[in-house]
């Protein structure tokens, strides 16, 4: 029994095997721990030399009684049970601190074999799905018995995890029968991978000594129907939370909640797209006015650069909300690109850490970032987009061309990434996701038929093998220099540039090249902006 007369759940193992402090945290503020005695606290031994700005972000300014953090744990966090072990430590550590909401992903790679799963059910291939299905199935039941030391604990969680494979095998099966993958059913299989992960983060939480209840977020995150890319719905995700979340934090229980999905306001299970988790942890964030949301993932935090494409890339200490989204909508796969919208309101900041690497500072995200930062904050790239051409002497005369080009590829869905004019309205170049980009050629060619019938000369082209180079920077206002110190870094390594973009906001400049070039213009630039003392740099970097 815990201080409080509750029942603790027994620790397995060795008498001597490592354990962590056991912590209730009381609406009263009061905080009761208890700790076996022949425990060694890995807690204390996690944290114990650290500065104080490091990532238990609170630390000793927070009233434990309000004060409220969203941690969101990525799939190279729940990689293993080994990693699950350190992201336990990571929660055990933080709970003494604040309350806490834990949000994650699928195992690292789950969410790749079960759309793959989906997409040969549609395919017919029963084989695969069969194969992806067994290894899934082993995977997280290992996983359970390496982290679960009660036997019927352990049981009760293959159990559930059998249940969650077969319902996969269900839904492929109907799929495989009709030869027909709805976006409905897609969603469904291609969320499982949190639906499996969360119970067992809980359980082996729980296996520590600490309270935690595994939910989905289908009871939480309300969304429109957009499947594959849903769109959260505030108010009604508001509700919900204070509703389910807030008695559980009340009682001192951590709730372990699956990132990635939520559901329509008919209890319809929808995704937020790739990388969605982040998004989940933000909208929970927001919706529950938490003190501040924690990314925990596979890098020390929001770099000048992908680390692996660019390996001098140097952690960024403070980032704006701003520059961040630039650098995750143009690539920066370390936060989802909408992960930070539910919090422009509030304010929150987010942190980026390392649970591979706790004791590092990690970077916070905030309204406005640092105020010393200048110039360049960081660089990326986006690999699999294509460039369209619409234009050509015959294009003259043409009505309403950018009206009708941009209707037409908003009606296929190809989002347009990056867009170049020439002087006149006859020529105009943009950049899609390549997997669209056929697509969306094919429809510019038929909307754009009639006026093209009788000219002879190819008016629209696609380069299905570009890349896009991002320089992120919200004060690259009103510094000169940058885009031809970016040209000529290229130039120097002989790239050629087939297109520039420069918003009016001047927080990016986004360049197109050929993919093959990519990875030698981010290195070219990166050496340009934060190898040299430059102007340009934000001179924190090195
Ligand atoms: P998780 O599974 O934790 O969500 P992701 O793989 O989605 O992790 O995102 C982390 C990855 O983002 C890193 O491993 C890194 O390769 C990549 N990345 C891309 N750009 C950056 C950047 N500027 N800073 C840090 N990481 C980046
Ligand atoms: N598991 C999902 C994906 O791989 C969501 C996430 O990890 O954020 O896209
Ligand atoms: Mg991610």
Known sequence: MDPLGKTVPSFGGPAKRITSRLVRLHGDGRTHTSLPEDAVNTSDILFEDLPEHAPIHGRNHKNASTSLRVMKFGGTSVGDADCIERVVEIILSSSRESNLVVVVSAMSGVTNRLTEAATQSEAGDRETVTSIFDCLRKQHKAAAVSLIHSVEERNRICLQIEEIIQEGEHLCLGTILLRELTLRARDAISSLGERLSAPLVAAALASRGMEAEAIEATELVVTDSNHGAAEPQMEATRRLCEGRLRPLLQRGIVPVVTGFLGATAEGVLTTLGRGGSDYSATILGAALEANEVIIWTDVDG??????????????????????????????????????????????????????????????????????????????????????????????????????????????????????????????????????????????????????????????????????????VGENMRGTPGIVSLTCNALSRENINVLAIALGSSECNISLVVAREDMKASLVAAHEEFFAKVCPCSNGSSR
Request: include cysteine; charged fraction near 20%; charge should be neutral.
């Open 302 to 471: 929001v770099l000048t650069a992908d680390p692996r494409l660019v390996s001098g890339a140097n952690t960024i200490p403070e980032i704006s909300y701003s520059e961040a989204a630039e650098l995750a909508f143009f690539g920066a796969k370390v936060l989802h690109q909408k992960a930070l919208r539910p919090l422009m309101r509030s304010g929150i900041p987010v942190w980026i850490c390392n649970t591979f690497a706790p004791e590092r500072r990690g970077t916070k995200i905030t309204p406005s970032g640092s105020q010393n930062s200048g110039g360049v904050k960081a660089l990326t790239a986006i690999g699999d987009v294509a460039m369209i051409t619409v234009g050509g002497p015959g294009i003259m005369g043409v009505r309403d061309l950018l009206g009708r080009t941009f209707t037409t590829t908003a009606a296929v869905r190809a989002d347009v990434l990056l867009i170049s004019q020439s002087s006149s309205q006859n020529n105009v170049c943009f950049a899609v996701p390549a997997a669209l980009a056929e697509c969306a050629v094919d429809a510019l060619r038929r909307e754009f038929a009639k006026d093209l019938a009788d000219e002879e000369v190819e008016h629209i082209t696609l380069n299905p093998i570009v890349a896009i180079i991002t320089v």
